[in-house]
């Protein structure tokens, strides 16, 4: 058990609706990560923070923000939602005391109609 | 710009057959990770390996075992005597060594494993 929960686990928004992602982390690790997994794609970076309030883009993270308040908890938000954005979500925390490992949470299905 | 190719999109093997799948990938970092993951029908991401560039050596872990070969830029993944559990979608992936070490991704091998 990685420690990290997603939620929603499913969500099913229309097009033009904000929507809001959250991962949750038990054991205080310093970097969490955003990826999408798309079919043909394989998954693909959107945003990462290296702590609160530290932040930076990754691959695909045009109509995508992150926030970060707290240790343990990484927002990922759809301003306004695309059918584009309909994907899996999966949030993930790097483990250094496992040589610098990431292990990632459950994921989010977001579907945007 | 880093790359990860996993050219074979879909494995289909009997059960007990031994079973590799490739893994390419490109970078321009002296130093690097290398990963395998795993993602069974149950959609979850399970942690598999990892490698440092600077270690060559292979490695074997039960019926799993991993090649890697710098010189090829290749990180080859072999099932040994294959079982249905072992059907998923596995992925390959690349990071740097510092910093973010952000993952780059394979598209993904679908293995299915016959009874």
């Known amino acids: 058990d990685a420690g990290i929960t997603q939620s929603p686990r499913h969500k099913v928004t229309e097009t033009g609706t904000p929507v809001t992602l959250r991962c949750h982390q038990t054991?205080?690790?310093?970097?969490m990560y955003w990826y999408r997994q798309d079919p043909g794609h394989g998954l693909r970076l959107i945003h990462y923070s290296y702590g609160v309030k530290d932040t930076d883009k990754g691959e695909v993270s045009d109509g995508y923000s992150v926030s970060r308040s707290k240790t343990e908890d990484f927002l990922l938000t759809l301003e306004s939602a695309t059918s584009s954005q309909t994907s899996v979500y999966f949030c993930?925390?790097?483990?250094?005391?496992?040589?610098?490992?990431?292990?990632f949470g459950p994921g989010t299905r977001l579907l945007v109609l | 710009a880093q790359k990860v190719t996993q050219a074979q999109t879909e494995i289909s093997v009997v059960e007990k057959e031994d079973v590799t799948l490739d893994c390419v990938y490109e970078?321009?970092?002296?130093?690097?990770?290398l990963f395998w993951y795993k993602q069974p029908p149950s959609g979850e991401l399970v942690f598999l390996i990892r490698?440092?560039?600077?270690?060559?050596q292979n490695e074997i872990s039960g019926r799993y075992s991993w090649n890697f070969q710098k010189s090829t830029s290749s990180f080859n993944f072999t099932i040994t005597a294959s079982q249905v559990v072992d059907s998923a979608v596995y992925f390959c992936?690349?990071?740097?060594?510092?910093?973010?070490?952000?993952?780059?991704f394979g598209q993904g091998t679908r293995l299915t494993i016959n009874p």
């Open positions: 993930a925390i790097r483990k250094t005391s496992t040589q610098e490992t990431q292990y």
């Open positions: 970078t321009r970092d002296t130093t690097y990770y």
């Open positions: 054991e205080n690790h310093r970097y």
């Open positions: 490698r440092n560039s600077f270690d060559e």
């Open positions: 992936a690349l990071s740097e060594a510092q910093g973010a070490q952000k993952l780059v």
